[in-house]
């Protein structure tokens, strides 16, 4: 009740109108309207001075921005097993693009052969936000120097209809392209991707300054 207290302290009724807008899957009633910059730095208080692990304890959470403060704190954990814990148990109350992003632990960068097991797992999940998390962690861990292209394969064998799974799958492959073109680009060329997501990837990757202009061309020649 301290933390909701004093996240309503913070409260920008303008920012709860904005934000309502962007998470069409939120009731909302669910909003309390912090901005984010205000909601990192109450995580690294709480972080700082403690008390905040019966909080993270408690779920499902009443309020859109106590789920978002509770993905900041997971992503500040420091015990690799115990973070990924805490992230299994809160996966499940995600209900949005948006705290499903800011979700991003730290202590994942320096566990990624185990780390890999669990994305595996989460992006063949049911739950299109549990599928949506484990394809941005692929993304943000393996497409660089610990990359392979058989990864490629966990995101393109999503199978979903939910539009926020397919629009992480367009990104990822989108970012892919930019990163990893040589690997990526059969995707698009076999149209390996279910017909909306392979549209949004060209779009995407064309939308990007990373790609030169001459790839661009040939990208818009196979939409």
């Not at 009633?29 to 730095?41: D, H, Q, S």
């Not at 690799?80 to 202590?107: G, H, Q, T």
């Not at 397919?166 to 040589?182: G, V």
Request: aromatic share 12%; charged share 25%.
């Amino acid at each position: 009740m301290e933390i909701t207290a004093a996240l309503f302290a913070l409260q920008d009724a303008a920012y709860a109108d904005f934000q309502r807008k962007l998470t069409p899957t939120v009731d909302p009633a669910r909003f309390i309207g912090v901005r984010v910059p205000a909601l990192r730095k109450l995580a690294k208080e709480l972080l700082r001075e403690g008390g905040y692990e019966d909080f993270l304890d408690v779920l499902p959470h009443s309020y859109y921005d106590e789920n978002m403060l509770h993905g900041l704190l997971l992503s500040e954990l420091r015990d690799y097993e115990a973070c990924v814990a805490a992230v299994d148990r809160f996966l499940p109350y995600v209900d949005n693009w948006a705290v499903c992003d800011i979700l991003s632990p730290k202590v994942f960068r320096r566990h990624k052969a185990e780390l890999l097991g669990k994305i595996r797992e989460w992006s063949a999940s049911a739950h299109p936000y549990t599928a949506r998390f484990g394809m941005e962690m692929l993304m943000s861990h393996f497409l660089d120097g610990d990359f392979a292209p058989e990864l490629l394969e966990i995101p393109a064998g999503v199978q979903s209809e939910e539009y926020y799974v397919r629009m992480m799958q367009a990104w990822f492959f989108a970012t892919a392209l930019t990163k990893q073109w040589d690997a990526s680009l059969c995707y698009v060329q076999e149209r390996r991707l279910s017909p909306w997501v392979h549209q949004k990837t060209i779009q995407k990757a064309c939308e990007s300054y990373r790609i030169p202009e001459e790839r661009k061309a040939y990208l818009k020649s196979l939409k």
